[in-house]
């Protein structure tokens, strides 16, 4: 029987209740060490090693390097692994000063920057979701047969989009209910879905709420560069609403997208080699 095992970095434990979430993986896989449910010293020798979380401190950046060669294949699973996530929020300055004002003791030192684990080691597969659901985790471990991932949440998502109901202005849940089934950039609504990658079934805008992109780009934006993902969004924005350009691309680069939507950029920006779109689920 195959063996896995999950490091936990710096993150929320999102991604392992995930995995716990779902049961098929019992019988084909040993889960080996997984401090949220088994008691283990180290990590040992695992088939598959899964990463969540990012690199935020020496702790992590000590765990990741001693794990890695023990395991036949590693993966980064969700956005903090892959991106930095919330913990990459403590990169600004006014959060880091906040922290490192008041020594601490017995506690790991921060590093200058939350990184993501391939900065550190090789990752062969990249799992990501904020959490990753557990037909993703499954998906990753058993490859259970007929499984397939639309090209983007828009297709998951089902919502009709109508030409002739076209807001002039993001009003979003000011303008009460949300109506069902229709689609939710027509109701005033910043959704990202036509640009995210598809696989998580569209929880979120089929229950109302925007995709805020936490699957990362489609594979045909994963290798350029933000002004064309940026572009690509707008122009769905455009074509739904008659909202004007400069307050779509204002709304874009606001903070409360910025968490996930401007992580897109993690997959193929200056100064990185390009994640293949081939090892992206």
């Known amino acids: ?56 401190n020496e702790e992590d950046l000590y765990n990741l390097r001693r794990a890695a060669p023990r395991a036949g294949k590693v993966v980064a699973i969700g956005t903090c692994a892959i991106s930095g996530g919330v913990p990459s929020l403590g990169d600004r300055d006014d959060v880091r000063e906040v922290f490192l004002t008041d020594r601490r003791h017995h506690v790991p030192q921060l590093l200058p920057k939350c990184h993501p684990i391939d900065a550190v080691v090789p990752v062969d597969r990249y799992l990501p979701g904020c959490p990753p659901t557990p037909e993703l985790f499954m998906a990753l471990l058993t490859g259970p047969p007929g499984f397939k991932m639309s090209a983007i949440v828009c297709i998951e998502c089902g919502r009709k989009k109508l030409r002739d109901m076209k807001p002039n202005r993001f009003t979003g849940f000011q ?77 874009l680069r606001s903070p409360h997208l910025s968490l996930f939507l401007f992580q897109f950029s993690d997959y193929s920006g200056p100064g990185r080699t390009p994640r293949p779109k081939e090892k992206v689920m």
């Open 1 to 56: 029987m195959k063996t896995f095992a999950v490091l936990q970095l710096a993150g929320c434990a999102g991604c392992e209740v995930s995995l716990l979430n779902a049961d098929e993986w019992v019988g084909q896989y040993r889960l080996a060490y997984m401090p949220l449910v088994i008691s283990a010293h180290d990590v040992p020798e695992v088939d598959l090693l899964l990463v969540s979380g990012g690199v935020r």
């Open 175 to 251: 303008r009460g209910e949300v109506e069902p089934g229709i689609c939710l950039i027509n109701q005033g609504f910043l959704c990202i879905g036509s640009s995210t990658r598809g696989g998580c079934r569209a929880p979120c805008p089929r229950a109302g709420h925007p995709c805020v992109g936490c699957r990362g780009p489609s594979d045909s934006l994963i290798e350029k560069e933000s002004a064309a993902w940026l572009s690509s969004i707008s122009r769905v924005i455009s074509g739904l609403t008659d909202i004007p350009a400069a307050d779509i691309d204002c709304e």
